[in-house]
């Protein structure tokens, strides 16, 4: 099956600790982008990849990093360095293309104990 | 003002109810308009896109006014499994030269349909 995988569904960390969000596609697609939600509200860009070995910062990229060494994966660093970082993350991808829709993997719910 | 804002909700329907949501966008350079359905603790699920000429899926219909910036979703006869938050998505065109498109999401309307 085709699609966008997101690991793990839930992530626990410690504060001071740097987390790893995983993303793989398996869509064939350029783009990929990762997402943050809080409660009652939308989503907000942290970073995008258009292409592998190039990435660009979002709205909110602050104490966050991202790789994008294969095409397949987008991998989110969250560092101790975010000052709020428990939220619900969500990986996107799409063809690439100026106006495409983006399609979501299932989400990875982080909390800060 | 946000760059996209949505109807603040709830809207608590009956079932076979018709429920319109309203979606306004500031910039008139936009590109590409959707709705995202999403449902509790999920990921947001692409419902329909949006076309100026209006178009229809079912219950569902979409329409999109260039000129007033604003973009509205119809549902027909709501069913209990309509019950969900629906984003408002507003594509800007290119990121700052390259050929990804920049999507901005609205907070989103959640509704509820009762039996």
């Known amino acids: 099956d085709g699609g966008i995988t997101q690991s793990p569904k839930y992530l626990f960390r410690k504060e001071g600790q740097n987390v790893t969000l995983s993303c793989e596609q398996n869509l064939n697609h350029d783009a990929m982008y990762w997402y943050r939600q809080d409660p009652g509200q939308g989503l907000r860009l942290i970073y995008y990849?258009?292409?592998?070995?190039?990435?660009q910062k979002g709205d909110i990229a602050e104490g966050y990093s991202v790789s994008r060494e294969k095409k397949e994966s987008f991998p989110l660093t969250v560092t101790s360095a975010q000052k709020n970082p428990t939220a619900f993350y969500l990986c996107?991808?799409?063809?690439?293309?100026?106006?495409?829709?983006?399609?979501f993997g299932p989400g990875t719910r982080l909390t800060v104990l | 003002r946000k760059e996209v804002e949505q109807d603040p909700g709830p809207f608590n329907v009956p079932e076979g109810a018709t429920v319109a949501f309203n979606c306004t966008y500031s910039n008139s350079a936009s590109q590409s308009f959707f709705w995202y359905r999403q449902d509790c603790r999920k990921e947001p699920k692409l419902l329909m896109s949006?076309?100026?000429s209006g178009n229809e899926d079912g219950r569902f219909t979409a329409q999109l006014n260039r000129a007033s910036q604003y973009i509205s979703l119809l549902i027909r006869d709501s069913k209990l499994s309509d019950s969900a938050t629906y984003l408002c998505?507003?594509?800007?065109?290119?990121?700052?030269?390259?050929?990804?498109?920049?999507?901005?999401f609205g907070d989103g309307t959640t509704l509820t349909v009762k039996p």
């Open positions: 998505v507003v594509n800007s065109g290119l990121f700052r030269g390259t050929n990804a498109g920049k999507s901005t």
């Open positions: 990849s258009q292409i592998v070995n190039d990435f």
């Open positions: 949006v076309y100026s």
């Open positions: 996107a991808s799409s063809t690439g293309s100026g106006s495409d829709t983006q399609y």
